[in-house]
């Protein structure tokens, strides 16, 4: 039987009844599968990667070893999320590993897109090999793989063009043979996140909006610096918190904030201010290859640009892309 085929009698899991008896099944397959030994797994605050750890969690307690990794290009509050779901709620074992330093220092002055996608994701997997490296008696390593990335890998291959790496696809030296735990592999993500409710996870984690591998990384556009950094992530709060308050974070796909390496002139406090732009993007897509804008009312725009301009330091102007892809892409880098 292929494993990797998701069967044709298999119902679609959309209640939280079929839930529980997916999660049900899967704690036995797992403890089946694994039995007394260790379960590595990157547990990057994202829904698949949560989704897979509460239920790890569930079937194996301990015996799963989640690492976390924090490149210092996550949106304000992330980490701490993760570390307050899975080490203070659910009782994890969880390794948090704070390499903000070292990933922005590799990225000083590297301002071509590539180039800085490149540091982040080949960085991101040495520090995770020596967190592993570290451990002893790890035979398991589990994947938020699923049913879309199998299909995409699928159609690659007939197709013969180069798989995509998505972040699934393991960057693990070769002398490491971890056999693969992959519990959600046949679900798409619209089940993932009925079996993650269902576990418990916190409305935000398990709706949370996509979100680039590379992180804020590739929306501090250019050269990235810590200052910038730090106005465009609680630019972005903001963003969010709003977009929460009036319901669009309900019915928008992807929005964000990204701050350029540009300044131009204000004025604040009457003295001449100069300062970054901030840029709203708010798209709605199904499958990121094309997008629209949506419609965002004047008084919501308003009312995130007044905050912005005066709660966060170095930027004075906020813009709104109107840009569908095409001609944008949904990043600006
Ligand atoms: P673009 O900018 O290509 O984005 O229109 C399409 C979707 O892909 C996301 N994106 C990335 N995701 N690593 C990722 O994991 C990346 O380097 C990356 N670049 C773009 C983007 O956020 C959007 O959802």
């Not at 990667?49 to 509050?77: D, E, F, T, Y």
């Not at 969880?94 to 994701?121: C, N, Q």
């Not at 393991?170 to 996140?193: Q, S, T, Y």
């Not at 709203?280 to 804008?293: G, L, S, Y």
Request: aromatic fraction near 6%.
């Amino acid at each position: 039987m292929d494993t990797n085929k998701r069967p044709d009698t298999m119902e679609r899991i959309t209640t939280k009844e079929l839930a529980d008896k997916f999660i049900a099944e899967q704690i036995a397959l797992v403890k089946e599968q694994v039995g007394d030994k260790k379960v590595l797994l990157a547990l990057s605050g994202g829904v698949d990667s949560s989704v897979v750890a509460a239920l790890l969690i569930k079937a194996i307690g301990k015996q799963l070893v989640c690492v976390h990794v924090n490149h210092g290009l996550m949106r304000k509050g992330e980490s701490e999320a993760v570390i307050e779901v899975f080490r203070n709620q659910m009782d994890a074992n969880l390794i948090y590993v704070d390499a903000t330093d070292r990933f922005l220092d590799l990225l000083e002055g590297v301002s071509d897109p590539e180039a800085k996608r490149k540091i982040i994701g080949g960085e991101f997997i040495k520090v995770f090999d020596e967190e592993a490296a570290k451990l002893q008696g790890i035979e398991f390593l589990a994947q938020g793989t699923i049913y879309p990335d199998i299909l995409e890998s699928i159609k690659a291959k007939e197709s013969g063009k180069p798989v995509k790496s998505h972040h699934n696809v393991g960057g693990l030296p070769d002398d490491m043979k971890m056999e693969l735990v992959e519990p959600v592999k046949l679900l798409f993500k619209d089940e993932v996140r009925v079996v993650g409710e269902a576990l418990g996870l916190p409305y935000e984690m398990v709706y949370r909006q996509p979100f680039p591998g590379p992180g804020l990384g590739v929306r501090c556009l250019g050269a990235i610096t810590r200052d910038r950094l730090h106005a465009l992530r609680e630019a972005d709060a903001i963003l969010r918190e709003e977009f929460d308050n009036c319901g669009l974070a309900k019915t928008v796909w992807q929005y964000f904030i990204s701050v350029p390496d540009m300044k131009s002139v204000g004025v604040r406090d009457e003295k001449r201010y100069e300062g970054w732009p901030a840029i709203i993007r708010a798209v709605n897509t199904t499958d990121a290859m094309t997008a629209t804008i949506e419609e965002i009312p004047y008084e919501v725009l308003h009312k995130i640009t007044s905050r912005i301009t005066s709660e966060v330091e170095g930027i004075n102007r906020v813009l709104f892309d109107l840009t569908p892809k095409p001609t944008g892409t949904i990043e600006w880098e």
